[in-house]
């Protein structure tokens, strides 16, 4: 797989991600969430669910990104080993999707009018991801972006020591906004 298409069905699963946050945020100002948490159905439980949910969605989108590219990949040019490589090298991005989607979490936590702000990060590891090279931006501004950290898979070998503390953030981000959620009060509902 080549570390383009690594990195654009990566952007395609933050995009799913922060998709998945807006329309969380939505129920929320439309006042249907506090219907739902009017119930038996608590906010931890059901953040949690979400968070969960989207994670799986992610995945998803990851692996069947990379399966398409490998099987597309080996039908032109015959090489059944793609076929592996394919999600395999997209999944390596699930960390640092999972942190991009995390922190929009973060945002929607604090407030369902900050969850757009998540787009911004989303925008700017694209144009890392994209033109970085191009543009020779420095090493410091390339770090701002969590897809950045993963290194250039295949191309390049996984950086470990980046995903752990990747999935570090990620599990840090999920107990904040668990946290800071419970004690917020909901724009609508």
Known sequence: MTSVAGVVV??????VALQGLVRLAAEESSGRLGLVLASRYGRNRWWLTSMGLLAVDVLAVLFAGGLGYGLG????????????AGPSAALA???ATLLVAMIGGALLAVSSRLVVLAWVLFLWAAIVAMLADT????D????LSPLQHTGRVPVADL????????????????????????RRDLAAG
Not at 10 to 15: G, P, Q, S, T, V
Not at 159 to 182: H, P, Q
């Open 10 to 15: 990566a952007l395609l699963a933050c995009a």
């Open 73 to 84: 990949a080996t039908m032109t040019t015959g090489q059944v080993d793609q076929i592996q």
């Open 93 to 95: 991005y699930y960390p």
């Open 135 to 138: 543009l020779q931006m420095p």
């Open 140 to 143: 410091w501004l390339r770090s």
């Open 159 to 182: 950086d470990i020591t980046a995903v752990v503390v990747m999935c570090l953030l990620t599990v840090l981000l999920l107990a904040f906004s668990t946290v800071w959620l419970r």
